[in-house]
């Protein structure tokens, strides 16, 4: 006997293949959308049937985009001369959270992962260096995440731009404000030492 009826079936189905939803969220939320009224589950179809015919990649930075240029790239109260280089667009909305960045972006769309079938190739790195060549950027500021794919990622991106006229920089990382340093682990603390800034 059938429990779950085919419609919301398909439905939890569908949401489990987002990352990092499993299928005990997929179906609380699918449950969710449907103690809905109907005006506001057809808000969601709708929201979701518009988005890949709305939204564009920026072609500076390849930020997601209903523009092109986006928003960042056109305003000129940026500063051009200062490329921060991300992973990914939820990276570049964190950044953009810290409010502290007056620079312009360009995000490679991930991180090289050779396990995965993810080389130079698959990564927005030509276009970077096209930028860096390019006579308008001064510096570059590599802000990918700490991890193994990551470092990896930024010391691929360091040997490929060394030619470059450019200052190449990376985002420090370490001891997080706030943060006993005897409660550190080793490799967090090592970083901190080797990303060490003049005091005074």
């Known amino acids: 006997m059938r429990v779950i009826p085919p419609a919301l079936e398909r439905l939890i189905e569908a949401l489990s293949r987002l990352p990092g939803i499993g299928n005990k969220t997929a179906t609380r939320l699918a449950l969710n959308i449907l103690r809905r009224p109907p005006a506001q589950a057809l808000e969601l179809a709708t929201a979701l049937n518009g988005l890949h015919q709305a939204i564009c990649l920026c072609s500076h930075c390849f930020a997601f985009s209903e523009e ?13 001369g200062l490329l921060c280089v991300v992973e990914e667009s939820g990276d570049l909305l964190a950044i953009e959270k810290t409010a502290s960045f007056r620079g312009r972006y360009h995000i490679l769309h991930g991180v090289l992962s050779p396990i995965d079938g993810i080389g130079p190739g698959e990564l927005k790195i030509k276009e970077l260096e096209a930028r860096a060549h390019g006579g308008e950027v001064a510096e570059i500021l590599i802000a990918t995440s700490s991890t193994v794919p990551g470092e990896a990622t930024a010391s691929y991106l360091l040997d490929r731009l060394a030619g470059a006229p450019v200052k190449l920089t990376r985002l420090a990382c ?18 901190a030492i080797e990303s060490r800034a003049v005091a005074r």
Do not use: F
């Open 68 to 80: 092109d240029p986006c928003a960042i790239c056109a305003d000129p109260r940026r500063d051009p």
């Open 174 to 191: 370490g001891i997080p404000m706030g943060m006993d340093i005897k409660y550190a682990d080793r490799h967090t603390l090592a970083k």
